[in-house]
């Protein structure tokens, strides 16, 4: 369950050059902001991406989540890559209804499946009387909470970030974020520290755990996201003034990192790019220079990330700290600031 109010969380604050930490709450981190720091949060909003169904004609119940959308195979953005469960159910040519079985609102077609995804499969869907898609998710779909939060039945708004946009685009909400309240926000702001947002699509692949020996094999997915040209004038006008650039989660790291040029040593504007950046260990940071996290899963890219960001060795010190000192984990979970 999410922390009430979200700001009421724990934060754990961690200095990567000497592993010192301190046990806050959340609303304190006005108290470690600057004046003249640039915030950098991604606005994204999480699809409500999961579809229960029946396979058609048995009615076998079914469930497909949304991950990605193939604008390369279907311009009208209705084919998507999907995870489906139970997977052995939906071979190539299967049909799924979601609404009424005889007479769907959403329809599915599978149409392959997808290597490099267990249970992944390749899906094209059509709407009921020409109805948006999007309309149509928002009366049947329903928000992809993490499968380890079983029994959450409050506010679904409450996996969104007060600032998330009105388009709907990630399978995942960026859940550092989740944190902020508009007044804790405001403070932000009072202080002289500027707040700007990115944007970066979430997949679900981000959150896979690596099973690969060697991380270095791991294949990350491509995601999508857009920095305006604004905030990229921002972002390059405090970097030339030594003013430090604060990155909420790992997805506006990744938006960041993705957009800088080396040649030129300045960020630059995106319009829905494609990034499928991996930080890992031995990784430089040309942009960020603080990073507001939730804890991560072992082995997933995330933990690799935070561990490129402040050394393997400091990040697991962190982890043992919070662990002793009963932090909460992953989404609904409490915070770290790494500075």
Not at 4 to 31: M, N, T, W
Not at 121 to 128: A, G, I
Not at 309 to 334: P, Q, T, W
Request: proline residues 5%; charged residues 25%; hydrophobic residues 40%.
């Amino acid at each position: 369950s999410p922390a009430e109010p979200r700001d009421a969380c724990r934060l754990l604050v961690l200095q990567k050059e000497s592993g010192i930490i301190a046990d806050r709450h959340f609303y304190d981190i006005v108290d470690y902001l600057q004046e003249g720091d640039v915030l950098i949060a991604n606005k994204t909003r999480v699809l409500p991406a999961r579809l229960l169904g029946t396979k058609v004609p048995t009615g076998a119940s079914v469930e497909l989540l949304l991950t990605r959308p193939r604008h390369d195979l279907d311009t009208t953005g209705l084919t998507w890559e999907c995870l489906a469960r139970p997977a052995a159910r939906l071979k190539p040519g299967a049909k799924v209804a979601f609404g009424e079985l005889e007479d769907p609102l959403i329809q599915g077609e599978i149409v392959d499946y997808l290597e490099d995804a267990r249970g992944g499969r390749l899906v094209r869907f059509s709407v009921k009387n020409k109805d948006s898609f999007q309309k149509a998710l928002d009366e049947l779909g329903k928000l992809p909470l993490p499968p380890y939060i079983k029994t959450y039945s409050g506010d679904p708004e409450q996996y969104q970030t007060v600032y998330a946009m009105q388009e709907r685009h990630s399978a995942a909400a960026p859940t550092a974020g989740l944190h902020f309240t508009e007044a804790l926000l405001q403070k932000v702001q009072e202080k002289g520290v500027e707040l700007h947002f990115v944007e970066l699509e979430v997949g679900v692949d981000t959150f896979r755990v690596v099973s690969e020996e060697q991380a270095e094999d791991h294949v990350m997915h491509t995601e999508r996201y857009t920095i305006t040209p604004s905030v990229a004038k921002s972002i390059n006008t405090a970097k030339a003034e030594k003013r430090r650039v604060i990155a909420v989660g790992t997805t506006s790291v990744r938006s960041l990192e993705s957009a800088y040029n080396t040649t030129t040593g300045t960020v630059e504007p995106k319009d829905r790019a494609t990034t499928s950046l991996f930080l890992l260990p031995g990784s430089t940071f040309h942009v960020v220079d603080a990073l507001i996290t939730n804890f991560h899963v072992p082995r997933s890219t995330l933990m690799m990330l935070v561990s490129a960001f402040a050394s393997r060795e400091v990040i697991m010190d962190a982890y043992a700290h919070a662990i002793k000192k009963g932090y909460r984990m992953l989404s609904f979970g409490d915070a770290m600031f790494i500075v």
